[in-house]
């Protein structure tokens, strides 16, 4: 057997492809297109979305994104809505932070959307404020 004298596979030689662009032109909806707030993952390049029109669907990420664009709970994006199925769409794009900041003020996304915000921070919201889980100190 030979013995390992590389510093990694082809993925190392093709380099990390940082995706550095400063600046790209902001993607507005089309229409069969609508913004969507990833909810959840579901493994498999699926994912549960909000889209801002007030409906859940479940989303799948494009074969040209899988394994280049990381998409999390919480990343806005740009999602394709299928004729045929109402109930599912296709994850088209991803903003980052600062270009969906700028997708709220030009009025694009609504004012309650919230950007940079993971799933456990939305599921903290939900809960009521009281942050007594029932044990009390005092009689130590």
């Given at each position: 057997m030979p013995k390992p004298k590389g510093k990694g596979g082809k993925n190392r030689r093709r380099g990390k492809g940082d995706g550095e662009e400063s600046k790209r032109e902001l993607e507005f909806k089309e229409d069969g297109q609508e913004y969507s707030q990833i909810v959840k993952m579901l493994g498999n390049g699926r994912c549960e979305c909000f889209c801002f029109d007030g409906v859940t669907r479940l989303g799948h990420i494009r074969g040209k994104m899988r394994k280049k664009v990381w998409i999390t709970a919480g990343d806005i994006v740009l999602?394709?809505?299928?004729?045929?199925?109402?109930?599912?769409?296709?994850?088209?794009?991803?903003?980052?932070?600062?270009?969906?900041?700028?997708?709220?003020q030009y009025g694009e996304l609504p004012e309650n959307a919230r950007i940079n915000e993971t799933?456990?921070?939305?599921a903290m919201d939900n809960d009521n404020d009281d942050d007594d889980l029932g044990i009390s100190f005092?009689?130590?």
């Open positions: 999602v394709a809505k299928r004729d045929f199925q109402d109930e599912k769409v296709d994850i088209v794009h991803k903003y980052t932070a600062d270009e969906a900041r700028n997708l709220k799933a456990v921070d939305m005092d009689d130590i």
